[in-house]
């Protein structure tokens, strides 16, 4: 049988470049045209989507937090809203108002102070239920 009579099928196709490749190969070898060839597989890809910060961030089962300028709910504490995966720099914690959900993640009167540069905002405060990969840091004095 000659090789230019053999066309990829729809299936290898869909398989993409590596994979046709290595189909081929070991279909030519079993056919005798040539050698069968041993073709390490390609790893599937693991990519889970946006890449989450290193240190803490903003997660939130709302999708974002308000940064505050004091440790209360209220609209008169409304800085900026930031979404989920934006970094933060923990400075601080303190407590003072409970927050329960749907208000927060979970409960607790535990709020941190953040540096968020991102958006340009210093010295905000944010409830501990929304930041995630939380770093130690000491008590707001």
């Excluded at 009167?109 to 501990?128: C, E, L, M």
Aim: with cysteine; charged share 15%.
């Amino acid at each position: 049988m000659s090789t230019d009579t053999i066309k990829p099928s729809r299936a290898l196709r869909r398989l993409g470049r590596g994979a046709a490749t290595t189909a081929a190969a070991i279909a030519l070898g079993a056919l005798g045209t040539v050698p069968a060839l041993a073709v390490e597989p390609t790893a599937p890809s693991t990519d889970t989507g946006p890449a989450i910060a290193a240190g803490p961030y903003i997660g939130s089962n709302s999708g974002g937090a308000w940064l505050r300028n004091a440790a209360y709910l209220g609209d008169q504490y409304k800085v900026k809203y930031v979404g989920n995966g934006t970094s933060v720099t923990m400075v601080c914690w303190i407590d003072t108002q409970w927050v329960h959900p749907p208000n927060s993640d979970y409960s607790s009167n535990r709020w941190f102070k953040v540096d968020v540069p991102s958006v340009g905002v210093y010295k905000a405060y944010v409830h501990s239920s929304l930041v995630e990969a939380q770093a130690a840091v000491g008590h707001c004095g």
